[in-house]
C-alpha cells in the first residue's frame, strides 16, 4: 500500500528555518514526482514544489524560490522541504502528494489533481 507521512512541521519566528519530511512507503523514489502543496485556512491548495525522481529536476512557486529547497533521500526513502526565511504568509498544513512521471513537469507539477496519494499533512505556523 503506498503511504505518505510528513513530519517536522511546527511553530517558528519569521526569518527562522524549518525541514519537513515525507516518509514513502509501498513505492521507491525513482520513477515518480513528488510534489509538497499547502493550504491555508480558506484558501485553495497551493503547490509548492516538487522533485520528479527520475534526474531530479524540481520547481517552486514564485513566492518560495530562494527561500525553500526540495530534496530527496533514496537511502531513507524520503523527500524534504528545507523552508528558510519563513515568512507569515507560509503558514499553512503542507502535504506531500504522489504523482506518476510527467512529461512536462511545467504544465502539470502545480495541478492537484494529478497525483495519487497524499499524506495527512503537518501544520506551519510563523508568527511572532
Known amino acids: 500500500q503506498v503511504q505518505l507521512v510528513e513530519s517536522g512541521g511546527g511553530l517558528v519566528q519569521p526569518g527562522g528555518s524549518l525541514r519537513l519530511s515525507c516518509a514513502a512507503s509501498g513505492f521507491t523514489l525513482e520513477t515518480n514526482t513528488i510534489a509538497w502543496f499547502r493550504q491555508a485556512p480558506g484558501k485553495e491548495r497551493e503547490a509548492v514544489s516538487c522533485i520528479r525522481t527520475s534526474d531530479g529536476s524540481t520547481r517552486y512557486v514564485d513566492s518560495v524560490k530562494g527561500r525553500f529547497t526540495i530534496s530527496r533521500d533514496y537511502a531513507k526513502n524520503t523527500v524534504y522541504l528545507q523552508m528558510n526565511s519563513l515568512k507569515p504568509e507560509d503558514t499553512a498544513v503542507y502535504y506531500c502528494?504522489?504523482?506518476?512521471?510527467?512529461?512536462?513537469?511545467?504544465?502539470?507539477?502545480?495541478?492537484?489533481?494529478?497525483?495519487?496519494?497524499w499524506g495527512q499533512g503537518t501544520q506551519v505556523t510563523v508568527s511572532s
Open positions: 502528494a504522489l504523482g506518476p512521471i510527467f512529461a512536462s513537469l511545467s504544465s502539470s507539477w502545480n495541478r492537484p489533481g494529478r497525483y495519487d496519494s
